[in-house]
């Protein structure tokens, strides 16, 4: 068979995209519709429904297809969806909920989130709190209850431990805790050794964004009953997209425009927040970038997966690299 040209892979992988952010979409509308308190579940809908690429729930997705390709009787598709949308769908809430918690005047006190305003700039800062706590707690329900049961409940359990350490002090909500204690440390860190500022800030990223990626494929791989190798080798490439992610994030916030952001950009300069362009400078970051880019492909192709198998995570890592919002 011909190989696909550079333009028929990126159509492919833009339909790819657009077919599970779809299925995810619909599905969370399904998992929001109630109603009592109202101004709850309005608050909890208006930022879990109110769009953002859906990294999260398409990489957990894109895991659990990865590890489905290499079974002897391959699952189709709707199996590999039905099994895998109730965590796909908890961690997009659990991800809303940070973001809503990010854009406290507490934390980064921004005014506009996804285009639209921030929760608490329409809901208040009281009930964006409690929105943010709900929908923390309603993603663990929404695992326990609306997975199939023909999942093992030994691997139930395993998804609620491990999103408990990905969201808590060891993981996202301690990461949060370190960005805030560094804010105003760009002059320290830039002086201290290169080694302690790279420690520093992979320590933060890691916290604060990677550990909830890590678990978004590790939990689709999981799932499908994913070998140790497999999720070795997920778990090593988890990494690198979460820090990439990151890196990546902070340059949009220097490049980007609130037009294509969604959120106010120039803020990580203005809060003095460490990151790795207001510490190491634009150029810096995306060589750092590459070496990731490059890192994260070598990875998938050690030999545990079939190459053909790992086309999307491929993409998907390049995408969380190289795209523009
Ligand atoms: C923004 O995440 C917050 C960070 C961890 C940097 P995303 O860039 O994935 O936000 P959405 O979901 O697409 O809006
Ligand atoms: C947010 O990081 C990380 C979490 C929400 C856990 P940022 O503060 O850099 O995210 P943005 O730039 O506001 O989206
Ligand atoms: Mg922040
Ligand atoms: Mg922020
Ligand atoms: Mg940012």
New binding site residues.
């Given amino acids: 068979m011909r190989e696909k040209t550079v333009t028929e892979a990126h159509i492919d992988f833009s339909e790819y995209l657009d077919r599970r952010r779809l299925f995810v979409e619909q599905r969370l509308i399904g998992y929001l519709i109630a109603t009592d308190p109202d101004i709850l579940w309005q608050s909890m809908r208006y930022s879990v429904l109110s769009g953002g690429k859906r990294l999260r729930a398409i990489l957990c997705l894109s895991a659990a297809e990865a590890v489905a390709e290499a079974a002897a009787v391959p699952p189709k598709e709707n199996e590999v969806f039905e099994t895998v949308m109730p965590c796909a769908c908890a961690i997009e809430m659990v991800h809303a909920s940070s973001l809503i918690h990010d854009d406290l005047p507490a934390l980064d006190n921004d005014d506009y989130r996804r285009g639209k305003l921030a929760n608490h700039k329409v809901f208040g800062e009281a009930v964006a709190l409690l929105a943010g706590n709900a929908l923390l707690l309603y993603a663990n329900e929404v695992i326990l209850t609306k997975t199939p049961s023909s999942v093992d409940p030994s691997v139930i359990a395993a998804l609620v431990t491990e999103l408990a350490r990905a969201c808590g002090p060891m993981g996202m909500v301690g990461g949060q805790v370190d960005d805030l204690a560094f804010t105003g440390s760009v002059d320290a860190v830039k002086s201290s050794s290169d080694n302690d500022g790279d420690l520093l800030l992979e320590r933060i990223h890691c916290r604060k964004t990677g550990a909830l990626i890590r678990f978004s494929l590790w939990s689709g791989a999981k799932l499908m009953g994913a070998a140790l190798s497999e999720l070795d080798v997920l778990e090593k490439f988890a990494n690198t997209l979460g820090l990439a992610f990151q890196i990546a ?2 340059l949009l ?1 220097v490049t980007g425009d609130i037009k294509s952001l969604g959120k106010t950009p120039g ?2 300069v203005q809060a003095k927040k460490v ?1 790795w362009v207001t510490v190491y400078g634009s150029e810096r970051s995306r060589r750092r970038l590459k070496e990731l880019e490059n890192d994260g492909l070598a990875l998938l192709d050690n030999g545990v997966f079939d190459p053909a198998a790992t086309t999307h995570l491929k993409s998907l890592l390049q995408y969380a690299i190289h795209r523009s919002s």
């Fill in positions: 994030d902070d916030d803020k990580d990151t």
